[in-house]
């Protein structure tokens, strides 16, 4: 398979790109250029089936390069994983009535205007047949509303929308918004279920075909494949 993944410099990510280029297939993974990325860069020495290459995803000319150096390098592709995210530290503290509001256009910027942009620049690039997977959350539901990470869960509702209405947009390939489940990086440490591990056996199993999500489960789903509660 080829697969382009976004948002590589650590955490799931930089686990999914390094798991699918061990497993033989041709791996895209951009990396926040301004943040660390050692890790990226010393991991594509190490497999000659990952291309790594800096790209912000809140950068539409980021993007769209990437777009046009991987369709060079070999055309359509069969997966695309966009999972760059953040969450602010401040929203770890603060309640929404004390948001601060850089953090909250900051987390609007990367998680659903980079999502965005994602899409925009390749949506042409999947092959039918396909998979176009943008990580989401389970912190994005309308109706499973808690207090917690309020800016974070806002741009996650957000990104989810962004998701739904891809989805009826574009409909030669598969389309899913997923919760990846909490996971132990930096960003879930807090609240952590699951090793990130854990979460990339089973999207891969996902991204190629070889778990079959039931139509009725619907755009919104977990990292098993199962139905999230919109
Ligand atoms: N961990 C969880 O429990 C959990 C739960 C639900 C959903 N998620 C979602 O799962 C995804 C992966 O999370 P994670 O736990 O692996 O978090 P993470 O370790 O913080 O990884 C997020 C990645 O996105 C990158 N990034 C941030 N801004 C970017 C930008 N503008 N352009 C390109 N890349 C950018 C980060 O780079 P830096 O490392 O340099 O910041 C990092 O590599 C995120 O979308 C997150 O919202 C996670």
């Given at each position: 398979?080829?697969?382009?993944i976004?948002?590589?410099?650590?955490?799931f990510?930089?686990?999914?790109?390094?798991?699918?280029?061990?497993?033989?297939?041709?791996?895209?993974?951009?990396?926040h250029?301004?943040l660390p990325?050692e890790?990226t860069?010393?991991?594509?020495?190490?497999?000659?089936?990952?291309?790594v290459f800096?790209?912000?995803?809140t950068?539409?000319?980021?993007i769209?390069?990437a777009?046009?150096?991987?369709?060079n390098?070999?055309?359509?592709?069969d997966?695309?994983?966009?999972?760059a995210g953040?969450?602010a530290?401040s929203?770890?503290?603060l309640?929404?009535?004390?948001?601060n509001v850089?953090?909250?256009?900051l987390?609007?910027?990367v998680?659903?205007t980079g999502a965005?942009?994602v899409?925009?620049?390749?949506?042409n690039?999947?092959?039918?047949?396909?998979?176009?997977?943008?990580?989401?959350?389970?912190?994005?539901?309308?109706?499973?509303v808690?207090?917690?990470?309020?800016?974070?869960?806002?741009?996650?509702?957000a990104e989810n929308?962004?998701v739904?209405?891809f989805?009826?947009?574009?409909?030669?390939?598969?389309?899913?918004?997923?919760?990846?489940?909490?996971?132990n990086?930096?960003?879930g440490?807090?609240?952590?279920?699951?090793e990130?591990l854990?979460?990339?056996?089973?999207?891969?199993?996902?991204?190629?075909?070889?778990?079959t999500?039931?139509?009725?489960?619907g755009w919104?789903?977990?990292y098993?494949?199962?139905a999230m509660?919109?």
């Amino acid at each position: 398979m080829r697969v382009f993944i976004t948002g590589a410099n650590r955490g799931f990510a930089l686990l999914l790109s390094l798991y699918m280029a061990e497993k033989g297939h041709r791996v895209y993974a951009c990396y926040h250029p301004s943040l660390p990325h050692e890790e990226t860069t010393n991991a594509a020495a190490k497999f000659s089936g990952l291309k790594v290459f800096p790209a912000d995803v809140t950068r539409e000319e980021d993007i769209a390069g990437a777009a046009k150096t991987i369709l060079n390098d070999g055309g359509k592709l069969d997966a695309v994983v966009s999972v760059a995210g953040i969450l602010a530290d401040s929203d770890r503290e603060l309640p929404i009535t004390e948001v601060n509001v850089a953090d909250l256009r900051l987390a609007l910027d990367v998680n659903v205007t980079g999502a965005a942009i994602v899409i925009k620049h390749f949506h042409n690039a999947v092959k039918p047949g396909g998979i176009f997977i943008t990580i989401t959350s389970e912190g994005g539901s309308m109706t499973n509303v808690g207090t917690r990470y309020p800016a974070y869960s806002v741009s996650k509702s957000a990104e989810n929308k962004l998701v739904a209405v891809f989805a009826k947009t574009v409909s030669d390939y598969k389309i899913y918004a997923v919760h990846p489940g909490r996971m132990n990086t930096v960003m879930g440490r807090n609240d952590a279920q699951i090793e990130p591990l854990v979460s990339v056996e089973n999207m891969y199993r996902i991204i190629t075909g070889e778990k079959t999500v039931p139509p009725e489960n619907g755009w919104f789903i977990n990292y098993l494949g199962e139905a999230m509660e919109i």
